[in-house]
């Protein structure tokens, strides 16, 4: 099957963004060993919160390692 221009952009976006929180998730992978066990028990708002927390403490990290 053709794909048109449009979906051709869609997709190569799509990848790109992919590619991009498959790193991240591997770099808080690294940090927080939370996110690795399963989550499937887990309703939507304790994921968020867990990952919010984990985004935040993860960007906390990299502020104080700079400034020391």
């Keep these: 099957m ?3 221009p449009r ?4 997709a190569k ?8 929180v498959e790193q ?9 060993i939370i996110i690795c066990g399963p ?5 939507m708002d304790t994921m968020k919160d867990i990952m919010m927390t984990c985004i935040i403490l993860y960007n ?5 390692e700079d400034i020391h």
């Design 2 to 4: 053709s794909q048109g």
């Design 7 to 10: 979906r051709k952009l869609f």
């Design 13 to 20: 976006c799509q990848e790109v963004v992919r590619k991009d």
């Design 24 to 32: 991240t998730f591997s770099v808080l992978k690294s940090r927080f």
């Design 39 to 43: 989550s499937r028990a887990w309703n």
């Design 60 to 64: 906390m990290i990299v502020v104080d």
